[in-house]
Every structure is written in C-alpha cells, then in structure tokens.
C-alpha cells in the first residue's frame, strides 16, 4: 500500500458534506485540489435507465459481482492508464486516502470478476444516506454498467437518497445520469444528511450550513438480506457478493 500522506478522514467528510471532493491533476503529481463543480451530476435512483441488453446482460450473470472485497484493488485498477485514458486524477494522496476511508466503514467498492480476473468496477464514499461515486472502470465490455446496476439496487435497498456522480459524461447519461446546478445538489445534500428524501432542489443552498453529524446511515448490506429473501440458494451456496442477476433485475424494474 502507499506510504503517501492521507488527507485526514475527517477533514475529507466534511469536505463531502459541503459538496466538495479532492482531485490531483494527474496521477504523478504529488498534491491535491479541493473541487467544488458549478454542474453536478447525479443519478436518481428511481431513474436508473435499465436498457434490454442490460437487462439481458445482468441476468446472464456473466460477471460475478462481489463487494467491498477487493477494494485497493479496484481503487488501482481505476488509476491505471488505459488506451482511451493515457492518465487518471488519482494519485497517491487520493488512494491513501480513500483506503483509510474504508478501514472506517466510509467508503465501499463493487467489483466485477471473469473468472479469477478483475475485470471492472466503482468505488464511492458514504455519508449518511448520501453515496459519492468517485471513479469506475472497466476492463470488459459493459463491467462498469453491471457494477453500477448492482450499486443502484444496493443503494434502493438500503434507504440511500442520493447517489452523486460529480461530472456528468455521455457514459453516465444513457444510464440515467442527469446534471443540475451546484446550489440544488447542494440543496438535496444537506435534505438527505438532515433526514429528508433530498426530492426537492427549491431555489438552491446560498448561505445555509450543512448539517452536522450524526447522519442517518444507509444500510449498505440490506441488499444482500433482500437476495436471501428472494433467492434462498444464494446463501446456500455460501455466497459472499452481490445477489444474483435477476434479482437485481427485478429490484432495478420494480423501482425505476
């Protein structure tokens, strides 16, 4: 693991509680910037765009998807360059970071895998009911879009309200990613870490603090109670990941 220096965890909540989240310009430079995007992306969760191909996809269960079982790995594989993305902003600092975040319970990762391959997936912060994407990946064709089907049921079955994208892309959008100014997402932020559905954006967040902690948590592991309900052979094959296919299926049809 990198011995970098971590921005202290909690200096990093309360930077997400006031919507703002650190960047590096690359992923050798050695320093940190604060962000605070005048356009926020976010997925509602209600509006998953659940396509028939991934549909068919998911119920293939041609990815196995597991949880928070491999995340540095995933947070790596993210900061990796690839042909169509020669650089990436996670540097040392950010996986230092977000590393520590997770020895905490404050951050999570779904994984894809073909066979014993990592093959592709996400990884966010949690804060109260509210869940910040940070960066996913794939390295097969469509692994990010089953990781992100799987993290929208998790998220729908655990009570989260928000699911936070930070910058909108064509990627995001045809899965039903939508952009709204910085004073809104600000305004369903501090609802859902007040306890409220974050439903209403109104006329923005001009001069109003963020709430202070506790937070009402989501709950990050109902997901996999939901899949023992309905699927009983997925604990009795002693499974460890996410439900299988067509449960999130269902999950994501009925909700959207």
């Known amino acids: 693991m990198t011995t970098a220096q971590a921005i202290d965890p909690a200096l990093l909540l309360s930077a997400y509680a006031q919507g703002i989240f650190p960047m590096a310009d690359g992923a050798d430079d050695p320093s940190v910037h604060w962000v605070e995007p005048r356009l926020r992306a976010i997925l509602p969760l209600d509006g998953f765009h659940l396509s028939r ?48 975040l997770f020895r905490i319970g404050h951050a999570h990762s779904v994984e894809c895998w073909h066979g014993d391959a990592l093959v592709g997936g996400l990884y966010g912060v949690t804060l109260g009911r509210a869940f910040f994407g940070e960066s996913m990946v794939s390295r097969a064709r469509d692994a990010s879009k089953v990781a992100l089907a799987h993290l929208v049921a998790r998220l729908i079955a655990g009570g989260w309200k928000l699911l936070d994208c930070q910058f909108i892309t064509p990627h995001l959008a045809s899965l039903g990613a939508i952009e709204i100014r910085q004073a809104d997402y600000l305004a369903r932020l501090y609802s859902v870490l007040a306890g409220g559905d974050g439903a209403a954006a109104g006329a923005g967040a001009a001069g109003v603090s963020p709430p202070s902690p506790p937070f ?37 049809t009925n909700t959207s």
């Not at 993210?78 to 902003?89: E, F, I, L, V």
């Not at 948590?217 to 996999?224: E, K, T, V």
């Open 216 to 252: 009402v948590a989501g709950d990050w592991g109902a997901l996999d109670a939901f899949g023992a309900a309905a699927a009983p052979d997925f604990v009795a094959a002693g499974a460890t990941g996410s439900p299988p296919g067509y449960v999130i299926a269902q999950l994501l």
């Open 53 to 100: 191909s991934l549909k068919k996809l998911i119920l293939s269960d041609r990815f196995r998807v597991t949880t928070d079982t491999a995340f540095a790995d995933i947070v790596a594989l993210c900061a990796a360059p690839a042909d169509d993305r020669p650089t990436t902003w996670i540097n040392p600092v950010i996986r230092a970071s977000y590393d520590q």
